[in-house]
């Protein structure tokens, strides 16, 4: 099997099923609970959360744990929100995030924010003054994703954290889901408020990740009950999840800094290949990040082409798996200003770094043959 929809999510190591099975078993009681085994499980939420916050060189007591992506984007958007609507009531995103944002923030319209959705280029890229001309004296909060799920485009989120840093009453939220473990990223950086981050893109567990809130932040909870959490994310923590999480973590940045031309040379390898495919466009820039590559082969339909590679054990996507079995068209590529033949044929290769340079070359004398197959196939 060749599994190329990374993106999408990503197997669970060995490692980290392990560690989430002895902690379900051993350490069963509830963190919360003042008896010794409550006490134990506190003890080994704690040092989870310091060893990932080591990991990241921030403070303990800025991560939220959280189900994963849509909750912690969820958290960041509608906490600051409602937290400080008395400070004002604009919101600026783009217009090719990823579904939890973009809803999170459809939501917040209907109870009478403005949301401004900034456009990008047709490499997909938000340019810097866009969001400075954006921002006006009733601006709260600033969400952009570092690397986009679909086109793998890399925003300027430094230069974004610079503007946003001038601006005391704006917080800027990124959402790092697709970068984290691919791209380097500081967490510190100054402007930079709340990331999102979520376990089952970098081979840890589906239900596990976590907000990063900077210090002295304030949000409104989403969730009401035991006040776990600082308050901010009641309910019993998935402890198991949260040690499986910071095992996942560690693995995940061992691998980038252990080997970090690999997947640039896969990406390489696959563009070369691709480029020799007759009326196949490529739609990533060579500037995007090298764990995705979108294309479209205008005239065919990416389900068909999807369907005849899983008959053979190579498994791509289309778009983003919350939102591919929605509408034909690419929102995303949409939005870059892309023709319609392009929008509507568009396939995402995503790897890691467990994909090796004989899968792609399979991958593309498969793709080649397939889409020969397919054209005679329609006369």
Same mark, same amino acid.
């Given at each position: 099997m060749i599994y190329f929809d990374h993106s999408a999510t990503t197997y669970p190591y060995s490692e980290v099923l392990d560690t989430f099975q002895k902690v379900s078993s051993r350490f069963f009681a509830n963190p919360s609970s003042v008896h010794s085994l409550g006490g134990e499980v506190e003890q080994l939420l704690l040092q989870a959360s310091k060893q990932i916050a080591s990991i990241l060189h921030v403070k303990a007591n800025t991560l939220l744990f959280t189900s994963g992506g849509t909750e912690a984007n969820n958290l960041a958007i509608k906490g600051t929100a409602l937290e400080h609507k008395n400070r004002g009531n604009h919101i600026i995103t783009?217009?090719?995030?990823h579904p939890s944002v973009l809803e999170a923030c459809r939501s +917040?319209?209907?109870?009478? =924010?403005?949301?401004t959705y900034i456009d990008p280029d047709s490499s997909g890229r938000i340019h810097p003054d866009q969001v400075k001309s954006a921002i006006t004296d009733q601006t709260i909060l600033l969400s952009i994703m570092h690397v986009n799920n679909e086109l793998g485009t890399i925003? #300027?989120? &430094?230069?974004?954290?610079?503007i946003a840093a001038k601006y005391p009453k704006l917080l800027f939220h990124v959402d790092h889901v697709q970068g984290f473990g691919k791209i380097p990223f500081s967490f510190s950086y100054p402007g930079i408020d709340?990331?999102?981050v979520s376990g089952h893109k970098i081979h840890g567990l589906k239900g596990t990740? =976590?907000?990063?809130? /900077? !210090?002295?932040?304030? +949000?409104? #909870? +989403?969730?009401h009950g035991g006040g776990q959490q600082q308050?901010? /994310?009641?309910?019993? &923590?998935n402890v198991a999840g949260i040690v499986s999480l910071a095992r996942a973590i560690r693995m995940t940045l061992e691998k980038m800094n252990r080997n970090p031309m690999h997947l640039i040379r896969l990406n390489t390898l696959l563009r070369t290949g691709l480029k020799e495919i007759p009326g196949l466009i490529i739609n990533s820039s060579e500037q995007c990040a090298p764990h995705i590559v979108n294309f479209s082969i205008p005239g065919m339909k990416p389900e068909v082409l999807i369907h005849s590679l899983g008959q053979k054990d190579i498994f791509v996507s289309t778009k983003s798996a919350c939102s591919s079995k929605s509408k034909d068209e690419s929102a995303v590529l949409a939005a870059c200003g892309?023709?319609? !033949?392009?929008t509507t044929s568009a396939i995402r290769v995503s790897f890691?770094? !467990? @994909?090796?340079?004989?899968?792609? @070359? &399979? =991958?593309l004398n498969t793709l080649k043959n397939v889409i020969h197959q397919l054209k005679q196939s329609l006369g």
């Amino acid at each position: 099997m060749i599994y190329f929809d990374h993106s999408a999510t990503t197997y669970p190591y060995s490692e980290v099923l392990d560690t989430f099975q002895k902690v379900s078993s051993r350490f069963f009681a509830n963190p919360s609970s003042v008896h010794s085994l409550g006490g134990e499980v506190e003890q080994l939420l704690l040092q989870a959360s310091k060893q990932i916050a080591s990991i990241l060189h921030v403070k303990a007591n800025t991560l939220l744990f959280t189900s994963g992506g849509t909750e912690a984007n969820n958290l960041a958007i509608k906490g600051t929100a409602l937290e400080h609507k008395n400070r004002g009531n604009h919101i600026i995103t783009t217009s090719i995030e990823h579904p939890s944002v973009l809803e999170a923030c459809r939501s +917040l319209e209907e109870q009478g =924010f403005t949301i401004t959705y900034i456009d990008p280029d047709s490499s997909g890229r938000i340019h810097p003054d866009q969001v400075k001309s954006a921002i006006t004296d009733q601006t709260i909060l600033l969400s952009i994703m570092h690397v986009n799920n679909e086109l793998g485009t890399i925003q #300027p989120i &430094e230069e974004i954290a610079d503007i946003a840093a001038k601006y005391p009453k704006l917080l800027f939220h990124v959402d790092h889901v697709q970068g984290f473990g691919k791209i380097p990223f500081s967490f510190s950086y100054p402007g930079i408020d709340l990331v999102t981050v979520s376990g089952h893109k970098i081979h840890g567990l589906k239900g596990t990740g =976590f907000l990063y809130k /900077r !210090s002295g932040i304030r +949000l409104s #909870p +989403l969730l009401h009950g035991g006040g776990q959490q600082q308050g901010l /994310r009641s309910g019993t &923590e998935n402890v198991a999840g949260i040690v499986s999480l910071a095992r996942a973590i560690r693995m995940t940045l061992e691998k980038m800094n252990r080997n970090p031309m690999h997947l640039i040379r896969l990406n390489t390898l696959l563009r070369t290949g691709l480029k020799e495919i007759p009326g196949l466009i490529i739609n990533s820039s060579e500037q995007c990040a090298p764990h995705i590559v979108n294309f479209s082969i205008p005239g065919m339909k990416p389900e068909v082409l999807i369907h005849s590679l899983g008959q053979k054990d190579i498994f791509v996507s289309t778009k983003s798996a919350c939102s591919s079995k929605s509408k034909d068209e690419s929102a995303v590529l949409a939005a870059c200003g892309l023709d319609r !033949s392009i929008t509507t044929s568009a396939i995402r290769v995503s790897f890691s770094y !467990s @994909n090796t340079e004989e899968e792609v @070359n &399979e =991958f593309l004398n498969t793709l080649k043959n397939v889409i020969h197959q397919l054209k005679q196939s329609l006369g």
